[in-house]
T-cell receptor, first 117, second 113 residues
């Protein structure tokens, strides 16, 4: 299994340009999340999905869109990039074990470093 | 919502010493507390986690303790080695349908040879 993969590894955008960050997982996990990581801010969730066809906002969703058409893929779309979106983006997958014992371990992808000029 | 405070933000120790990182959380419903290690330029990786039904968990040189009453949990690394140098993040989750994991802001641990 490749686990969680992300493309590209690094990208430079100009203000106002659009871009899609790709995320894919092959572990059959139901839950997928996008995080951004900024110095001194930890990891903040942008959007998440609990299953194909279901997405919801995290704590910092403005300026980003997501879709989930299948279990494996969870692309993150920046429609009109701004310098404030310069960050490292991580996709993470997780699963919940049926029953009373929940497992919320997050498995992170390698990240995408995005620079918006 | 949940708020996770992590201290210290930086920690420098000599090789062989112990290191302790502490986190507090605000939501008494939180029941899952993982710790992640992130090396420079790499992804965060889970190193240990604990659930609210236990007070301590150990895995070789690392251990985590949980005090539910005080709402704080700590990571202990013994016999530190240079390869332990990284940023460590604590997190807390209350489960639920939104599957939210709230992270602390991280601790940069430097182990000096």
């Amino acid at each position: 299994n490749a686990g969680v993969t992300q493309t590209p590894k690094f990208h430079i955008l100009k203000t106002g340009q659009s871009m899609t960050l790709q995320c894919a997982q092959d572990m059959n996990h139901g839950y997928l999340s996008w995080y951004r990581q900024d110095p001194g801010m930890g990891l903040r969730r942008i959007h998440y999905s609990v299953a194909a066809g279901i997405t919801d906002k995290g704590e910092v969703p403005d300026g980003y869109n997501v879709s989930r058409s299948n279990t494996e893929d969870f692309p993150l779309r920046l429609e009109s990039a701004a310098p404030s979106q310069t960050s490292v983006y991580f996709c993470a997958s997780s699963y919940r074990v049926a029953g009373t014992y929940h497992q919320e371990t997050q498995y992170f992808g390698p990240g995408t470093r995005l620079l918006v000029l | 919502g949940e708020n996770v405070e992590q201290h210290p933000s930086t920690l420098s120790v000599q090789e062989g010493d112990s290191a302790v990182i502490k986190c507090t959380y605000s939501d008494s419903a939180s029941n899952y507390f993982p710790w992640y290690k992130q090396e420079l330029g790499k992804r965060p990786q889970l190193i240990i986690d604990i659930r609210s039904n236990v007070g301590e968990k150990k895995d070789q040189r690392i251990a985590v303790t949980l005090n539910k009453t005080a709402k704080h949990f700590s990571l202990h690394i013994t016999e530190t080695q240079p390869e332990d140098s990284a940023v460590y993040f604590c997190a807390a989750s209350s489960g639920g349908s939104n599957y939210k994991l709230t992270f602390g802001k991280g601790t940069l641990l430097t182990v000096n040879p």
